[in-house]
Nanobody, 118 residues
């Protein structure tokens, strides 16, 4: 069974940077698209960025040009580099292995808190 473990969250000032990482157990990582989602207090969870198993990426309009998603299949890791952070980026960030033939409903990580505040 696949498990995802996120790390890298924390408190940062506006304009600062953070790098989130998500390590997956198991052997299906390299076959799977991966996503980073976030959920701010009182709001619905939203997609931030996604990367396919082939490396194609998509981003929410609100983070384009500031965030970069990447993956290392040899290390079963997907990362989210977040630059020029804003207070509105404050949320719990979740890694997700997207649903596919190997994981019908996908797999969620436990989440990591990102707080952008002066």
């Amino acid at each position: 069974q696949v498990q995802l473990v996120e790390s890298g969250g924390g408190l940062v000032q506006p304009g600062g940077s953070l790098r989130l990482s998500c390590v997956a157990s198991g052997s299906i990582f390299r076959f799977s698209a991966m996503g980073w989602y976030r959920q701010a207090e009182g709001k619905q969870r939203e997609l931030v960025a996604r990367i396919t198993n082939g490396g194609s990426t998509t981003y929410a309009d609100s983070v384009k040009g500031r965030f970069t998603i990447s993956r290392d299949n040899a290390k079963n890791t997907v990362s989210l580099q977040m630059n020029s952070l804003r207070p509105e980026d404050t949320a719990v960030y979740y890694c997700r292995l997207e649903p596919n033939g190997y994981a019908r409903f996908g797999v969620w990580g436990q989440g990591t808190q990102v707080t952008v505040s002066s």
